[in-house]
């Protein structure tokens, strides 16, 4: 993503370059009750000079950030540093807390990052990696099996994380197949859409993995 954008993010080749080993994180309050719980390892030779402060936002998606948080990487390869790991839902609440300024590093999609920096935001930050493509990893999926295709989703409600790269690919579908104005959309964190499709209260989702 050719941007040029401003803030530096020191952690970002170290996270980079972790993450393509293996992984970790900081345990007790950071680590993911799921999380399966492995010897803190580091695949370098640890260095104690290194002692900046990162507070890093994650998002419960399968990806190599969780294992360098998972197995304490980061803690491990830079002993002396002061890392902190926050949870959030979706890129969306990532880019409220990038504006805050409570994180320095964190996981965003494609349009929560062109929001964030672009106005009324002009957030201060720049992408550092493309973690991958997401293709199928991120889909519509319907309670009723009569539905098989968009426009069988007029009248009923849609449940997205607004703001997310979900919620916009969501919005031109339904705007490309003329229902946009028929359907509701709901405003629903991953964690929330589960409960939700099993109360019975949307009747599709459009969400990434694990979720979906």
């Not at 309050?29 to 370098?44: I, S």
């Amino acid at each position: 993503m050719p941007l040029s954008w401003k803030r530096p993010l020191a952690l970002a080749a170290v996270l980079g370059a972790v993450a393509a080993t293996t992984g970790c994180v900081e345990s007790g309050r950071t680590v993911h009750p799921d999380a399966v719980q492995a010897a803190a390892q580091c695949p370098v030779e640890p260095d104690p000079s290194i002692t900046t402060t990162a507070r890093i936002a994650w998002q419960a998606i399968p990806n190599g950030d969780l294992a360098v948080k998972d197995l304490r990487m980061l803690e491990t390869c830079m002993p002396s540093a002061d890392i902190t790991w926050s949870k959030f839902d979706s890129g969306g609440d990532v880019v409220q807390a990038f504006g805050a300024g409570s994180v320095d590093l964190g996981l965003i999609g494609s349009s929560p990052a062109v929001r964030a920096v672009s106005p009324p935001l002009d957030i201060d930050l720049r992408v550092v990696w493309l973690q991958d493509v997401i293709g199928a990893a991120e889909s519509l999926v319907v309670r009723d099996g009569s539905v098989t295709s968009v426009e069988g989703l007029a009248g009923r409600t849609v449940a997205v994380p607004f703001g997310s790269t979900a919620h916009y690919s969501l919005l031109s579908a339904l705007r490309e197949a003329g229902i946009d104005r028929e359907t509701e959309l709901i405003n629903l964190a991953p964690d929330k859409m589960i409960a939700a499709w099993q109360r019975g209260e949307i009747d599709a989702a459009w969400v990434w993995d694990p979720t979906l």
